[in-house]
C-alpha cells in the first residue's frame, strides 16, 4: 500500500473520529491551546469543524471539501482549522450548536461554525456542499465570502459575535422560579405529544424521525399514575412501529440512529450506544407495564447486540457503529431477494422476503432493501397456508442464516472510544434488564463495566470522560457524574453490591462540589476548574441524550431516599425551580426532568429487604422489579454489612429477618408499614 500523499497532527489525536481526517490536506489542529494561540497571534478567523465517527454526512463533507486540494489550501491560506470528535467533547459542542440554531433555526452534523481569534462565532451551519447546490452556498463560496468580509468588515464581524456570544450567555443564565411543583408541566407536556403524535405511523412529528425514548417513558408514567389510555396507546404504537421498521436490524439486533423517512422504514444506518441504552430501557418499562413478549424480545435482542458487538475485553462499552462500510452506507445490512435465496434456499426465501418485505425493485439503493415487517404475522402464514407457529419457526432459523452470512461481509467501522456518560446509560439498560427479567448475564456486564469506569477513569476521585487504547483523558463532565450515579445506583439494585451505592454517594459528593451553583442551584455541564469557555451552560433540555441535569436530579431524589440525606432532596427542589420557567414554556424539552419530577411528586416508597443473604432475598426482588413502579428505591441488608450499610443508609437500622425468615420493610413519606415475610403480603402493600 502507498504511503498516503498527506499527513496532519491529527495522527497523534486518540480520537477515532479526529485520525480519519490525519490525511487531508487540511491543515487540521486538535482543539488546544496551539490553535488557539496560533489564531490569536496571526489574528486569523478559526474554522470549527464538530462531528463524529458514525456520522454520514461528516464523511460526505471531508470527501467532497476536506480532501480537495485545492479547498484545502484556501482554508489553510486564511483560516486556523479545527477539528472537534462532539463526543470527547460535548462541551464545545453544546455551545456551539446553540450558535448554529441561533443562526440557522436548526441544528445538526457536520456543524461547520467560524469563530473570531476570541472564540465567539459569527458564521455557521452544518453541512456545506463543494458547489453551490441544494439551495445551499457551496463550501468554497462561504470560504471566499467569509475571507474577504472578515479582511474589509471586521467590525461588523466582531460586533455580530459579540451579540451571539451574548444571546448564548444569557440562554445558559436562568434565575430561580417561584410557586409549588405540581403535575400540571407533566400533563402539558403529555398533551403536546399527543398534539404532534402521528397516528399513522407512531413517533412525533414528520421525516426524519427519531426514537424520542424520554417522551415515551414519561407517558408510560403518565399512564401509570392516571390510566390515561390515549397516552399508553402513543407509546406502546411507537414502540411497535419502531421494532419492525427498518430503523431496527432485524437480524442483528439493536437500532440505527433515525429514520430518513416517516414509516422507521430507511434509517441512517449508523448505531448509538446512548440510543439503544435508552430505547431498551424503555421497551423493557413497556415490557413491565404491558407484558408482552415482543417488548422483552426486542430488549434482549438490544442487549445481546450491544454485549456481542460493542463491548470490550474489560468491560466497557464501545461508541458507535459506522453507518458505512467500504461497500458504502448501509449495504452491509441490506439485501436483496436473490441474495437471501442463496442463504435459505429458493422456497423459503420466497416466505420470508414476504415476510420482510424484501422486493426485486427494493426499497433502498441499488435494488436493496432494509428488512422490515409490514404485516402481521397471522395474514403472511394464511398466504403461504402454514400456521403462524411454522412460520416463527422459518423466520428464527432464516435470521440465523442471514446473520452468519451477514458476517463474512465487511463489517461498517467501530469506534472505540469508552465515554463515561454513554456507559452509565447502557449499564443502567443492562442492570435494570437484569433485574427484571431475571437474567443475570445482564446484570454481570453492568458490574464489569461499573468496575472498569471506576478503575480506569476516576482517578484522584474525579471521573475522565473518555477512554481509548489504554489512557483516559479530558475532564468528566456533568453527565458523566450523573449518568454513572444513576447506573451505579441501578446496579447496586440489581445485585446488592454495597460498592455500588458506596462510589454513587463518593461521586454525588464530587459533583456537588464540581458542578453546583450555588448562585441559581442547579448544576452546570462544566466543572469548577474546567477549561475557560465563552459560556458556562446547563444543559437543561433532552437532546439525543437527557440532559445531564434531569439525571443528576433523580440521582438526588433516589439517594435522598436511600441515605436520608434530605440536602440531597432540598438540592433537587431547588434545580426544578431554577428551570421551572423554561420547563413551563417548552414542557415538551423536558420528559427526562419531567420523570424526576414525577418521581418526587409520587412521594417514592422506600423498600428495605433483610435476609440472611442475596439467595433468600431472591423472590422478593424478582416480584417487586417485575412490575413497573418507578417510583421506589430498595436496599438489602444482611447481618455482616448491617454495619457498612447503616453508615450510609441509617434507613436500614434495626431492620432485619423475623424469625429467621427474610422481611421486608416498606416506608414512604416519613410513615412505615409492619414488615412482612412472604412475597404475597409484601406485594400486596406495595399496591395500596
Known sequence: MSEPKHTNRLIHAASPYLQQHAHNPVDWYAWGEEALQRAKTENKPIFLSIGYSACHWCHVMEHESFENEETARIMNEHFINIKVDREERPDLDEIYMSAVQLMTGSGGWPMSVFLTPELK??????????????????????????????????????????????????MASLSAGTGELSYLPIEDAVREMKRRFDSRFGGFGGAPKFPHSMDLSLLLRHYHNTADADALKIAEFTLEKMARGGMYDQIGGGFHRYSTDDRWLIPHFEKMLYDNALLAKTYLEAYQLAKKPFYREITNSILDYVLREMTSPDGGFFSTQDADSA???????AWTPKQIAEVIGNEKAEIVCRFYGVEERGNFEHGLSALH??????SIAAEFNISTNELKQIVREANEKLFAARETRIKPGRDEKILTDW??????????????????EYIHAAERACDFLIRHLCPNNRLLHTYKDGRAHTNGFLS??????????DAYEAAHTARWLQEAIRL??????????????????????????IARTKDP?????????????LDLLRLAEMTGNLEYRAR??????AFISSIQRFPGAFAQMLSALDFLLAKPKEIVLAGKDAESLRPFQQAIFREFDPHKVVLYVYDEEMASLSAMAPIVEGKKPLDGSPACYICRDFRCRQPVTTVEAMMAQLRE
Open 373 to 378: 415487517i409490514d404485516e402481521e404475522m397471522e
Open 121 to 170: 462565532p459569527f458564521y455557521g451551519s452544518t453541512y456545506f456542499p463543494p458547489r453551490d447546490r441544494y439551495g445551499r452556498p457551496g463550501f468554497v463560496t462561504v470560504l471566499m465570502n467569509l475571507t474577504h468580509a472578515y479582511e474589509n468588515r471586521r467590525e461588523e464581524i466582531d460586533e455580530a459575535a459579540d451579540r451571539l456570544t451574548d444571546q448564548i450567555r444569557t
Open 541 to 553: 433540555m433532552d437532546n439525543a441524550t437527557p440532559s445531564g441535569n434531569s439525571i443528576a436530579i
Open 480 to 489: 458523566d457524574y450523573a449518568f454513572l450515579i444513576g447506573g451505579l445506583l
Open 508 to 533: 454525588t459528593e464530587v459533583m456537588i462540589e464540581q458542578f453546583w451553583d450555588e448562585e441559581n442551584g442547579a448544576f452546570f455541564f462544566t466543572g469548577a476548574d474546567h477549561e475557560k469557555l
Open 327 to 333: 461497500e458504502g452506507e448501509g449495504i452491509f445490512f
Open 423 to 440: 456507559n452509565g446509560l447502557m449499564i443502567s439498560a443492562m442492570a435494570c434488564a437484569g433485574n427484571a427479567l431475571d437474567q443475570k
Open 572 to 577: 433537587a427542589e431547588q434545580s426544578f425551580r
